[in-house]
């Protein structure tokens, strides 16, 4: 099975943290919000020893997942964890900023709980959507038909490295943002003829909770299988599941 490449610094962690389903966390949560730190009383770097100490920081709730939360909380990071609360980004994988924070209350504030505290990871906020609406946590790989459907209608299948484009993002996250539109550039051509980078757009989306994916705006981009309709004059990419979860084997040959 091909594997990819890792999208950002924090993907190779896999938040939400594996012994901490998502569905466990946003059943002991008081509160749960997507927001962003905006200031913190004690300021911490990548260079201070484990465990770090208590910190208190004012932060923005951008959106309420569960619960009902003002626009501007104070939220208690207690002693002792592995990660700080920052106001600023930092490369440091240590460092949390911004994400889905998952809080109990705490007096007049909240104060975070759990391993991670702050799921800052790419499909953070995404599996806290599918959750919600009753979906699993992950999202589903492609089925026997779609790969079918997709062999028949791409001019061209090759396993790539797609590197999203910065002026068509339409998912921000704390560490990578994604985009609709991405160069291609082909490692091997399974299908068709592809011998140097092609741009290629997104094709429609099924509407479902959390999304389903876009190619990350990254240097080191990401790697999967892409199963590319060039019909149109605009090469567009079939695939309704994400790319680097395509197993190879599962392709229908001959």
Known sequence: ?????????????????????????LAEADLVVFGKV???DVAIDAEH??????QTATVTVEQVLKGDAPTTITVTKPAGTWYFLTDTTEESYDAKWAGVFTLKRDGEGYVLFGNTGVQDDAGALPAFQRVLAGQPERAPA??????????????IIVFATARGASDHVTLRTPRTDFSTSATLTPIEVLKGTMTSPMQVVQGPQPETAGGTWAFPVTEAGEDGIYFIDTSSGTPTVLNTTR???VNENRIPRG
């Open 1 to 25: 099975m091909r594997t990819s490449s890792t999208p950002s610094p924090s993907a190779a962690a896999a938040d939400p943290n594996p012994q901490e389903p998502v569905a466990e966390l």
């Open 38 to 40: 905006d200031s913190v």
């Open 49 to 54: 020893p484990r465990p770090r100490p208590a």
């Open 142 to 155: 492609a089925t026997e038909a779609q790969l079918k459907d997709w062999t028949a209608r791409a001019d």
């Open 243 to 245: 790319p680097s979860q």
